[in-house]
């Protein structure tokens, strides 16, 4: 069992910065991956951001560049630092935690960040 909580959302500019956090109840350090992930109303959850057990990250292409995904295994915590948002970021997100094929998938509740001017 592992629970995840994400906090850090919140309303912000356009152009504007936020961090997420979530935390983890458990060692995120056994996850085969680490990953936010953000949902409007009617569509579907996107891919956001992950991060492997060995620290390679990949991106959506409509975050690369801005967005950086890092984890802090003694903490047991993933962050996502959000910076140059666009309205087109405001989604609720997830944290999520993998533990690869045949393993377990985890979703924290979510955090609302919107952008607007």
């Known amino acids: 069992q592992v629970q995840l909580v994400e906090s850090g959302g919140d309303l912000v500019q356009p152009g504007g910065s936020l961090r997420l956090s979530c935390a983890a109840s458990?060692?995120?350090?056994?996850?085969?991956?680490m990953g936010w992930y953000r949902q409007t109303p009617g569509k579907q959850r996107e891919l956001v951001a992950a991060?492997?057990?060995?620290?390679?990250?990949n991106y959506a292409d409509s975050v690369k560049g801005r967005f950086t995904i890092s984890r802090d295994n003694a903490k047991n915590t993933v962050y996502l630092q959000m910076n140059s948002l666009k309205p087109e970021d405001t989604a609720v997100y997830f944290c999520?935690?993998?533990?690869?094929?045949?393993?377990?998938?985890?979703w924290g509740k979510g955090t609302l960040v919107t952008v607007s001017s």
């Open positions: 991060i492997s057990s060995g620290g390679r990250a």
């Open positions: 999520n935690a993998w533990d690869g094929p045949g393993g377990m998938d985890y």
């Open positions: 458990g060692s995120i350090f056994s996850m085969n991956s």
